[in-house]
């Protein structure tokens, strides 16, 4: 049986815009996670416009629990720098399930340094009475601190205007960069998605309760620093002790407690006893990001009727800045029960690894063994391409040390073309079910490359 699937990739190029500033760290850890929050944000359904495009593989089934293995197609458009998965652009094939915390500030499950100040009695008071209470935020003593532009003597052709030092004891810029950067007053967003659990919850701060926002079913979360326990209401247990996380940012080591981080699943307990385990092998990610500012000043200081400063507005846009982030992965290798071992075998990749020692793979082929006998009864494979891309990169990309060794990592992206399934005869021989699934897709455009700037404001 053939199937062939007609996928459009939808990618607006506009060629003049400009990259976007980025005031946070708070990204996804592998393109793996960064399509499981895809498909959160823009569901599969009639009111989204979202066709869902689904290929099935197999369901594993322990204790009368149901655990499937699909392929899915994310249709709502591929952005310009969109990392394909291990399965290809637009794929993904995550069976473990994934917790992702976007961490606001420092780690609310290590945070104790909520407070109450006395002169924010009115303030606190106030906040008491919106949704979720006093617990979705964070309160600190701040003086706070209001400055303007000044100028200093010069001349027509450099009139010198620059911003003052802040005075001795502000916290002005302080709290501006803790507040609207780093996002410190917020509390940290949990989403989870993990075999029909879906949704996200955060920390109350002043109770440590934690909260499910929507909350459509009884399902309780214990929150750690290397593991997240979910408790269901039929007493099944889903740990999730293995942590994809941020390790480096524009080459400076992070803290652990300030970077976001994913737990997948390590496993699954059921009330009988009988568990379903998940391995997973280590994997360094190292991607770029962009920022550009535009300064924009005014002087409200004048220095007599000839200042060439005083009521002047300035705009001047500093060169885009390359950014390279590094982040500690684990990809799936094994799902194991009492009776079955499913075995996911990895290969190499061109599209995504820029360095020696980033080593992301592909998903090659799946193998089901029968551990009774020790024999495969099923297997897939996986056959890619990769899509073409123009050769057009900006200057803060070529300018870089070993650009043209990674130029494919910047440019190309891995196409999945079909997947084939296989069953196995007594004797152990690989026999064609003749079962496959064929992709084609609108290739009319060639795509930029990933680190291309011509993309809009929502990243298309």
Not at 319 to 331: G, M
Not at 372 to 378: E, G, L, S, V
């Amino acid at each position: 049986m053939k199937k062939v699937f007609v996928i459009i990739l939808w990618l607006l190029n506009l060629a003049d815009l400009n990259a976007q500033n980025q005031n946070n760290i708070n990204l996804p850890t592998s393109p793996e996670v960064a399509m499981f929050k895809r498909f959160g944000d823009v569901p599969v359904g009639t009111y989204t416009g979202v066709a869902q495009t689904n290929v099935p593989i197999y369901t594993i089934r322990e204790a009368g629990f149901e655990l499937p293995i699909n392929l899915n197609y994310n249709a709502s458009g591929i952005k310009l720098d969109d990392q394909a998965t291990w399965v290809g652009l637009g794929w993904n094939l995550m069976p473990e399930g994934v917790i992702y915390q976007d961490v606001k500030g420092k780690a609310d499950q290590n945070d104790v340094s909520y407070a109450t100040p006395n002169e924010y009695t009115p303030f606190y008071n106030r906040l008491e009475l919106y949704p979720g209470g006093t617990g979705r935020f964070k309160v600190v003593k701040q003086k706070g601190f209001v400055d303007y532009d000044w100028c200093t003597i010069g001349n027509q052709q450099n009139p010198g205007c620059f911003p003052p030092s802040s005075p001795s004891g502000s916290d002005g810029n302080t709290v501006v960069n803790d507040i609207v950067y780093k996002k410190n007053a917020e509390v940290d967003i949990f989403r989870f998605n993990f075999f029909g659990h879906s949704g996200s919850f955060f920390i109350n701060l002043q109770t440590r309760e934690i909260l499910q926002l929507e909350k459509s079913e009884d399902i309780k979360f214990e929150v750690y620093n290397d593991q997240i326990i979910a408790t269901d209401d039929n007493g099944i247990k889903y740990y999730f002790g293995q942590k994809e996380i941020f390790s480096s940012y524009n080459g400076t080591p992070l803290s652990e407690e300030f970077s976001s981080r994913s737990y997948k699943i390590s496993k699954i307990v059921f009330p009988n006893t009988k568990q379903i385990s998940f391995e997973y092998q280590d994997a360094n990610y190292n991607f770029y990001s962009f920022s550009q500012q535009r300064n924009i000043r005014t002087s409200a200081y004048s220095l007599g009727p000839t200042d060439m400063c005083y009521g002047k507005i300035n705009y001047q846009f500093e060169p885009a800045q390359a950014t390279l982030n590094n982040s500690n992965v684990k990809i799936l290798k094994k799902i194991k029960t009492d009776e079955l071992e499913v075995i996911f075998n990895l290969g190499d990749r061109q599209d995504i690894n820029l360095y020696s020692w980033n080593n992301l793979k592909r998903l090659e082929s799946i193998d089901f063994i029968n551990i009774r006998n020790n024999k495969k009864f099923k297997s897939l494979d996986f056959i890619y391409t990769y899509f073409p891309y123009q050769d057009d990169f900006p200057s803060a990309i070529t300018e870089l040390q070993n650009f043209t060794q990674m130029k494919d990592a910047f440019g190309k992206r891995l196409k999945l073309d079909k997947v084939s399934f296989f069953t196995y005869d007594n004797s152990g021989n690989k026999i064609n079910s003749n079962e496959e699934f064929k992709f084609d897709y609108e290739l009319s455009a060639i795509l930029p490359p990933k680190v291309s700037f011509a993309k809009d404001f929502w990243g298309y």
